[in-house]
């Protein structure tokens, strides 16, 4: 089952106004900034441009020097833009709380979204829950290529055991879009499964998330039977 986080935030003219005055700053800073930098201010058909090539996720996840590159913007501009989005990642976490219950797929996804949404290369992670499914901690087990992020059982369980977890959540991203599980991550939901079986923490789900869609392989045919 593909489950949708959320419509795709359009960058609509509103949006990307509001982008072009972070960017500027505010009345007489901005023509310092300008000046100082010697590049003749911003480019907006850049931050236009790059904004209709990658997407505002893809731009979110670039290291300022990057997005300064891409958008066409000098230091300063390119830190505020930069800044900004951090910003935003920080308060879309903090909506949910500093220690969120997870009892259905749509909560984690929505909890992880802010660490996945816009990232090129694949990454694990782990979810510790106590007893009431109030996460105690967020792992992040491994981070890999564009297509695979390398997962050992002992990764993902060992900080459960040390934080007293009573269960464990699982999810990764596919950077390709598609949140359809493959083989692999099939296997890995089963080799996962047993372990948390013999340890006694019980692994709950594995998420695929791409962009704004995922998959819960417990609500699948593919979870590993006990």
Do not use: Y
Not at 17 to 40: F, P
Not at 64 to 82: K, M, S, T
Not at 133 to 140: I, S
């Amino acid at each position: 089952m593909i489950e949708a986080i959320g419509n795709q935030l359009a960058v609509d003219a509103p949006l990307r106004e509001a982008l072009w005055r972070i960017v500027r700053g505010c009345g007489e800073c901005a023509s310092a900034v300008d000046d100082k930098s010697g590049a003749g201010g911003p480019d907006r058909g850049g931050l236009d441009a790059a904004l209709h090539d990658h997407g505002l996720g893809v731009l979110a996840r670039l290291r300022w020097d990057v997005l300064g590159e891409v958008c066409g913007l000098n230091r300063d501009q390119a830190e505020r833009l930069a800044a900004s989005f951090q910003l935003g990642r920080a308060a879309e976490r903090a909506r949910m709380g500093e220690r969120p219950v997870l009892k259905r797929p749509g909560d984690v996804a929505r909890f992880l979204a802010p660490e996945l949404r816009g990232l090129e290369v694949e990454t694990f992670q782990a979810l510790v829950l106590d007893a009431r499914h109030r996460l105690k901690a967020r792992v992040e087990v491994s981070r890999g290529t564009l297509t695979m992020a390398p997962v050992h059982p002992r990764e993902v369980f060992a900080p459960a055991l040390r934080l007293a977890g009573a269960a464990v959540i699982v999810a990764h991203n596919h950077p390709s879009g598609d949140p359809k599980p493959s083989p692999e991550d099939i296997e890995v939901t089963g080799r996962l499964a047993e372990a948390g079986r013999i340890v006694g923490v019980p692994l709950l789900d594995h998420l695929v998330c791409a962009g704004e869609r995922w998959v819960s392989l417990r609500e699948s045919p593919d979870w590993p039977i006990a």
